[in-house]
């Protein structure tokens, strides 16, 4: 072999270890919910910017350390559902559990009592996926099933935690109008139920073998991409109505960006029957290239 067959070889070896190392780091931040931690605190960051308010530090760290907690959480009871839909995930969550079972208590604590510093309200919406998940997984009575069992319920309250701490949480800084309020929320609200819909497509055969009726084990994914189409459409409805109120001027070009995004990963996703980690990598961490966006725009 030749030294330019030989450097050719060893160039290759070290991009192919240098692709599992990142592949082998980026399952740990998914696995760990990490990556989706940072992803709220971009989410929030940009409503931070949609009211025209500066950023508090203290919540986008709060914000973080409530997500990795709550969602860690899930991830430690929903053993049964993930072996089939990511025994990835599994696998870390097993390697990790004695840290992610005792890191989850003191990342909610410290996420309450960095909240204490805004308001008091700000602890009530940091204490809201705790109420609302005990209300989603205990059985009220017997002759009722839990929420959880109920096609849909999950989507929605998923939605309604994120749309609640990412507009309610700027909104207690600043003295920004209820009507910008309500326009902020429902874009949370909507980008976070498509989404999670999405996720279920992914998820569709381990939760049919489970027995869970998700949506898209109920409707099938042609339905539901038609679905998901239509609650993204809602969304150009609604950056209309910002503009002629006058709300988010600024940003409408990055908010247009955003739904023609959510037009391109429900068609791709839909049509994908595995789309391994590039779902978690570019429909969760949207805000990864859609916030440094709206940050330029804020700079120029």
Known sequence: ?????????????????????????????ISTSIFLAASGVLKLYLAFLLYGASPRINLLLATFLLIFSVYNLNKLTDFKE????????????????????????????????????????????MLFPVITGVLYSVRLSPS??????????????????????????????TEAPLSA?????????????INTI?????????????????????LGVRKTRKLLLALNTTLLAWLLTAFMLGYFDRYIPVLLFSILNGYVYILYFTSRTNPGKLLDVWVDGEWFYTTPLAVLVTNI
Request: hydrophobic residues 50%; charged residues 20%.
């Open 198 to 218: 999405l996720f279920d497509v992914r998820d569709i055969e381990g939760d049919r073998l489970s027995g869970i009726r998700t949506i898209p084990v109920k």
């Open 82 to 125: 993930d072996e089939i839909n990511n025994p990835e995930r599994v696998r870390y969550v097993r390697r990790f559990y004695g840290i992610l079972k005792y890191s989850i208590g003191v990342s909610f604590v410290a996420a309450i009592i960095l909240s204490i510093a805004t308001s008091p309200w700000a602890v009530l919406v």
């Open 144 to 173: 009722l099933p839990r929420l959880k069992d109920i096609t849909g319920v999950k989507n929605i309250i998923i939605a309604l935690t994120w749309a609640n701490g990412t507009a309610f949480l700027p909104y207690l800084t």
């Open 181 to 193: 309020v309500a326009l902020v929320y429902y874009y949370f609200f909507m980008k976070s139920i």
């Open 1 to 29: 072999m030749s030294l330019n067959e030989l450097s050719s070889v060893r160039r290759l070896n070290f991009a192919e270890a240098s692709v599992r190392v990142a592949e082998g780091l980026l399952s740990f931040l």
